[in-house]
């Protein structure tokens, strides 16, 4: 049963008070897999035009110009990437609600960002374990609600008293804000062709490890979903024995994790028409291996999440070995 009538109360209470709303309400919690985040206090924002609230529930709290830039866009996709694991939770309402009920509430979408195992919900307030919910709906207004429930897998309970603030008018992103994702968490999209034969990868598995005392980032890619065995290995920071498609290894320097902190880049295809392995291991990882782009959170954590974009071919005119790889997965360990 959806409560409602004690929680306008609730909201009013929070609303009056300075400081942070969720400030004296027990931490946002979310279990998938076995995983269990605990989250900061969580953020709102609402968009009149199209009557569509969305909280981020963040790891830590979002830095001030993440915040203000996601703000100035009206989502929180471009950020949660930095303050992995996080879940968004999205709620669509009838144009013109003002008291954010669940009785004008058309539909709501919850996504985790940054955990091991993918996990969505869609539906309406039951689907989405919606307990209680309402407040003033409205650019600087604010809500209040509780999100609690469990189902195959995963257990949640997410309560948040936000406040719905907006970017000032002419608010523009901040120029060190990081970018948005350019494909959903969880996304393989790999090509390698060598003299005629295409390898493609469509699943992957991605996790810390150490090399000569620097820190590693192992990437495997498969044509297939991988053995439960495999996922096993890769938590556990190590690889597994399935065959796989291809497979990237990184190593940096120090603490870095960008383009300029990238020691060595170590890259291989098994094309099995012929046998045949194409291997590279180069200090030179823009120019041999191809990179367009490396994202990690602005703090890479267990369980954060990684982008990766390459492109390239050997300059082999007669054989060429060509490739265009681009990544969004998940850390397993």
Known sequence: MIRTTALFAVVFALLAVPGPLAGQMPPPTLTVGGQTATFAAPL??????????????????LAPEAEAAARASGS????????????????DYTPGSTSGLVGDLKGCRLRAVGFASAWSLQGDAARCH????????RPNGGIAGLLEGKGSGYSLRLPFAIALLTAPAGAEPSPGTPAAPDTPLGTVRATSTYEGQTVRATHGLAWWGTEEGRPVLDITLFDHEPAAESVAAAAAGRSGNEFSAMVIVLAFHGSGRDLDSLAQCTWSVEFPETGFNQFVATEQPRKRCGFVSLAFPSTPEPHGAVQIRLRGDDGDDEAPWKWDVEIHLPLAN
């Open 44 to 61: 709102g924002l609402f968009d009149a035009g199209t009557a569509r609230m969305s909280v981020l529930f963040p790891r830590v709290p």
């Open 76 to 91: 929180w996709e471009q950020v949660a990437g930095t303050v992995t694991p996080a879940v968004i939770a999205d709620f």
């Open 130 to 137: 919606v307990v209680s919910i309402g407040g003033l709906l």
